[in-house]
């Protein structure tokens, strides 16, 4: 991980039934990264699990603004006619679970980048819009911090998260605020769920309580 970021690993004890605890665990950038090109192209990679594997890339241009959701991995969007569609900015409290797009005449779908073959190769140039910026007009779903659904493929199954960003219409560009996902395969998560302040205090006490010994060993 690049030395910018700042890994909360934090468990979240939010319920979601009687006997279940959600286990999100949340990335987030001391310094929010500016992703914005006045030329024509950038990218940034995103690893969700910090596993070596790049799970979504954003793309980023003085005129548009994308997202790339690797091999099959989904990102929820609007859709836009028959096929295809804009990513969706989903609400703090939304839950982020297999049933998005099952709902009868739901706008809301879960969506590879390639919306005809449902996979995206490594150098495939498959891009979801957030932004786009052109001289007839602009184009965006968002109108400010928002989160993005995700859904991606590790090891031990399917997991659902959300980018957290700061987008809108009138520009190419965004602001990456950071991510978070359930750490449990298949345990959905609510769009900007953060750990309860006490169990934030607790895990920071704990880690500075562990470097201390190392510092005296």
Do not use: C
Not at 5 to 10: D, E, V
Not at 27 to 54: M, W
């Amino acid at each position: 991980m690049s030395r910018r970021l700042l890994i909360a690993g934090i468990v979240a004890a939010v319920a979601f039934g009687p006997a279940a605890h959600a286990a999100v665990l949340i990335t987030a950038f001391p310094d929010p990264l500016l992703l914005r090109d006045e030329f024509f192209g950038s990218s940034h990679p995103v690893d969700i699990d910090s596993n070596g594997t790049t799970d979504f890339t954003f793309a980023y241009s003085f005129s548009f603004v994308g997202l790339r959701a690797e091999a099959y991995n989904r990102a929820v969007i609007r859709l836009i006619g028959p096929v295809g569609g804009r990513i969706s900015p989903l609400p703090n409290g939304f839950s982020i679970n297999s049933t998005i797009g099952t709902e009868l005449l739901s706008e809301l779908q879960w969506s590879s980048s390639d919306f005809v073959d449902g996979f995206v190769e490594p150098d495939e140039t498959a891009y979801i819009s957030i932004v786009q910026v052109l001289s007839t007009g602009s184009a965006s779903e968002f109108s400010g911090r928002s989160a993005i659904g995700i859904e991606f493929h590790a090891a031990d199954g399917i997991h659902y998260g959300y980018l957290d960003i700061d987008a809108g219409p009138g520009h190419a560009g965004i602001t990456l605020y950071g991510w978070a996902y359930e750490s449990r395969p298949g345990v959905p998560l609510f769009a900007g769920q953060v750990p309860e302040p006490s169990v934030f205090i607790l895990s920071g006490l704990a880690t500075i309580s562990f470097l201390s010994r190392r510092r005296r060993k």
